[in-house]
């Protein structure tokens, strides 16, 4: 019997569904498929509760079906995605096969890192609207996205080329950057909700991208206020009402996936890092960064 406490790699994965579905897969990578009514052998596999070690991207193009997602029922229809975060149990309780049309992406939390995709910094999670890890894409949203998908198709385990690692970081990478973009999306017409006027839209707007453009010399909420010609404190409720985070924490988040991108990929040392970050001293960089992720810069450069 599975051991639903044992989260399942993705070459598990991979040999159960061997042979009952067709499906693109990258070592343990990646690995991608296209369910519809023919193929109720993947679904038969997928009836059975399962903990995933990696996360779990579902896009729903036709028909309807209900999964559950760590024990909570969820009911997926037309232009439904799902995100599922690593070590989720997770099942799909019942379909209607009725013109199902159904992609699903694993992918493992280190091919993301590798990529420079680090789904806590970056937010994905915020795509989930009040504790549900299921939203409604519209029509445009669903056919971009599957485009994407059909990219990360075109490679099956026995056909790798010498830059087919290459392909799939760079379309791996504009999936999750296309995710960004609806969660965006989703952030100002929340606040637009929220507030009943454009104005509060705005500022969420423009305080998202004065960060972007400023977060590696200003840390401070201050500093973003008053570039808006309102309070801190006026701007903390905005932007918590419109994104459920703080901006503090925004601003924190911006500035830790640059550190981990310089940390990582930019040849620099320590020091160095922390001057590009505009801190005044290696130390103080150091606290920071361990306050936000648990871990000092050498531990996460040696990792």
């Known amino acids: 019997m599975e051991n639903r406490d044992k989260p399942l790699e993705l070459s598990e994965i991979a040999d159960a569904l061997e042979g009952k579905v067709t499906f693109s897969r990258m070592s343990d990578n990646y690995l991608c498929t296209r369910f519809n009514r023919n193929l109720k ?18 896009i729903v193009r036709h028909g309807t079906l209900n999964v559950e997602v760590n024990m909570l029922p969820y009911p997926l229809r037309a232009n439904s995605l799902l995100i599922i975060n690593p070590g989720s149990l997770f ?3 019942s379909i209607d096969p009725e013109r199902l049309d159904i992609a699903i992406f694993f992918v493992s939390s ?4 590798d990529i420079n995709i680090d789904l806590n910094a970056l937010n ?19 056919q971009k996205l599957l485009k994407y998908f059909d990219l990360m198709y075109i490679h099956t385990h026995d056909e790798i080329t010498l830059f087919s690692t290459n392909v799939a970081r760079s379309v791996c990478a504009a999936i999750f950057y296309e995710l ?45 206020a008053e570039k808006l010609f309102i309070s801190p404190k006026y701007l903390t409720v905005l932007v918590k009402e419109a994104t459920g985070r703080s901006a503090t924490e925004w601003i924190d988040e911006f500035v830790i996936i640059e550190a981990k991108n310089l940390l990582r990929f930019s040849g620099k040392n ?30 996460y450069q040696k990792s």
């Open 270 to 299: 320590i020091q160095q890092v922390a001057y590009a970050l505009n801190f005044p001293n290696q130390s103080s960089f150091g606290k920071y960064f361990k306050r936000l992720t648990g871990i000092s810069p050498m531990a």
């Open 180 to 224: 960004l973009q609806i969660n965006y999306m989703r952030i100002n017409r929340h606040a637009d909700e929220i507030s009943g006027t454009r104005r509060r839209s705005t500022y969420v707007h423009d305080f998202m991208r004065l960060v972007h453009f400023n977060y590696s010399r200003h840390r401070t909420l201050a500093f973003y």
């Open 91 to 93: 099942k799909i309780s």
């Open 124 to 142: 994905i999670r915020s795509l989930i609207e009040k504790r549900r890890p299921a939203v409604r894409l519209t029509p445009a949203e669903t």
């Open 41 to 58: 052998h993947g679904f038969e596999y997928m009836g059975i509760p399962k903990r995933l070690n990696c996360i779990t991207i579902m």
């Open 110 to 113: 280190n091919f993301l890192l």
